[in-house]
């Protein structure tokens, strides 16, 4: 009798190792890879990014029954842990939460060896938060409005404070100065502790904080806010009036954190990684706790975050040009 003929034991087992050994992520996102995939954070733990890593760690962990471990890569506003990435393979055991500081550390630090646009896989952005527009509690102003005629009556004699050069909190006012034709003298500290506190203590009289930094002084009553950056009102703070809304037309300053994957990921797997994502933000406990830290749930593609990345770039980049930043 005649028989089909079946491929020996050997055999299949053999192809089966082949195929394991050079299946990508999307292996993985099945559970047939077990090999721990690593978040890289390109800043200190506690920062927003590694919050935002840590959240999403054991809930990646959870869904694919595959270990996730956070991994903080500082230095170099970030360059370090993001060039770490560029240069991991697109196998799906790398990805990397970073905030939007990402975009503009090209054009403070030229010679990095990356583009920030073109190498890197944009996955999702996770949620967006603003910054205000705060003054001490001395200064007679109550709107933006007011606050630019009172800077505009002192040409070069006041004084605003950030974390530092290069900080979203610098560029926030700088943007506003190029827009409202300001002229007020930057003091870059080291961080925002010693920034925060010399604002209390009417050392600078103005600085831009994240919303949900700037609330509890607020209501202490130590410090005013004028305004806060976001085009539309922040959700989470409706009573915030926003400085579009107050005539600084355009004003739009986005303080949102993002997820990236190295170069070349394959489409299949960008794919899995933004719909993971996407569906792990939309829990209402992860919004919960997104929400403590300022930040709203924005989601979207990895087209419509790409584009996004590639905005804030050139948007920052002109702004750092027209206005002379430098690093430190």
Not at 147 to 174: D, R
Not at 270 to 286: D, F, G, Q, T, W
């Given at each position: 009798?005649?028989?089909?003929?079946?491929?020996?034991?050997?055999?299949?087992?053999?192809?089966?190792?082949?195929?394991?050994?050079?299946?990508?992520?999307?292996?993985?996102?099945?559970?047939?890879?077990?090999?721990?995939?690593?978040?890289?954070?390109?800043?200190?733990?506690?920062?927003?990014?590694?919050?935002?890593?840590?959240?999403?760690?054991?809930?990646?962990?959870?869904?694919?029954?595959?270990?996730?471990?956070?991994?903080?890569?500082?230095?170099?506003?970030?360059?370090?842990?993001?060039?770490?990435?560029?240069?991991?393979?697109?196998?799906?055991?790398?990805?990397?939460?970073?905030?939007?500081s990402i975009v503009t550390a090209p054009h403070l630090y030229p010679k990095?060896?990356?583009?920030?646009?073109?190498?890197?896989?944009?996955?999702?952005?996770?949620?967006?938060t603003s910054l205000a527009l705060v003054v001490h509690k001395s200064v007679?102003?109550?709107?933006?409005?007011?606050?630019?005629?009172?800077?505009?009556?002192?040409?070069?004699?006041?004084?605003?404070?950030?974390?530092?050069?290069?900080?979203?909190?610098?560029?926030?006012?700088?943007?506003?100065?190029?827009?409202?034709?300001?002229?007020?003298?930057?003091?870059?500290?080291?961080?925002?502790?010693?920034?925060?506190?010399?604002?209390?203590?009417?050392?600078?009289?103005?600085?831009?904080?994240?919303?949900?930094?700037?609330?509890?002084?607020?209501?202490?009553?130590?410090?005013?806010?004028?305004?806060?950056?976001?085009?539309?009102?922040?959700?989470?703070?409706?009573?915030?009036?926003?400085?579009?809304?107050?005539?600084?037309?355009?004003?739009?300053?986005?303080?949102?954190?993002?997820?990236?994957?190295?170069?070349?990921?394959?489409?299949?797997?960008?794919?899995?990684?933004?719909?993971?994502?996407?569906?792990?933000?939309?829990?209402?406990?992860?919004?919960?706790?997104?929400?403590?830290?300022?930040?709203?749930?924005?989601?979207?593609?990895?087209?419509?975050?790409?584009?996004?990345?590639?905005?804030?770039?050139?948007?920052?980049?002109?702004?750092?040009?027209?206005?002379?930043?430098?690093?430190?």
């Amino acid at each position: 009798m005649s028989r089909s003929p079946h491929p020996s034991r050997r055999r299949v087992l053999a192809a089966l190792a082949a195929s394991a050994a050079v299946a990508p992520f999307g292996a993985l996102a099945q559970g047939i890879s077990k090999r721990p995939v690593r978040i890289i954070v390109p800043f200190t733990p506690a920062a927003g990014p590694d919050i935002v890593a840590r959240l999403l760690a054991p809930r990646l962990q959870a869904r694919w029954d595959q270990p996730f471990f956070v991994e903080n890569k500082p230095g170099a506003s970030g360059t370090i842990g993001t060039e770490v990435v560029v240069k991991s393979p697109p196998d799906g055991h790398t990805i990397m939460v970073g905030p939007a500081s990402i975009v503009t550390a090209p054009h403070l630090y030229p010679k990095i060896s990356y583009d920030v646009v073109k190498d890197l896989s944009a996955v999702t952005n996770v949620g967006s938060t603003s910054l205000a527009l705060v003054v001490h509690k001395s200064v007679q102003a109550a709107t933006v409005r007011e606050f630019i005629a009172w800077v505009k009556s002192q040409p070069g004699k006041l004084n605003y404070g950030s974390p530092g050069n290069g900080t979203h909190h610098h560029f926030c006012m700088e943007l506003l100065k190029l827009q409202a034709g300001l002229d007020i003298v930057h003091v870059p500290y080291k961080g925002s502790a010693p920034a925060e506190n010399d604002l209390i203590a009417g050392v600078i009289p103005t600085m831009f904080l994240p919303v949900h930094v700037a609330l509890p002084k607020i209501k202490a009553g130590q410090i005013k806010v004028l305004g806060e950056s976001l085009k539309e009102r922040h959700p989470l703070f409706p009573d915030i009036p926003s400085l579009h809304e107050q005539g600084v037309t355009g004003y739009d300053v986005d303080l949102w954190i993002g997820v990236w994957a190295p170069p070349g990921m394959p489409a299949d797997l960008l794919a899995k990684y933004n719909s993971e994502i996407r569906a792990i933000v939309a829990l209402p406990e992860m919004r919960e706790q997104l929400a403590s830290q300022g930040l709203v749930p924005n989601t979207g593609t990895p087209e419509q975050f790409a584009k996004l990345v590639k905005d804030d770039f050139e948007k920052w980049g002109k702004v750092i040009r027209d206005a002379k930043i430098r690093a430190d």
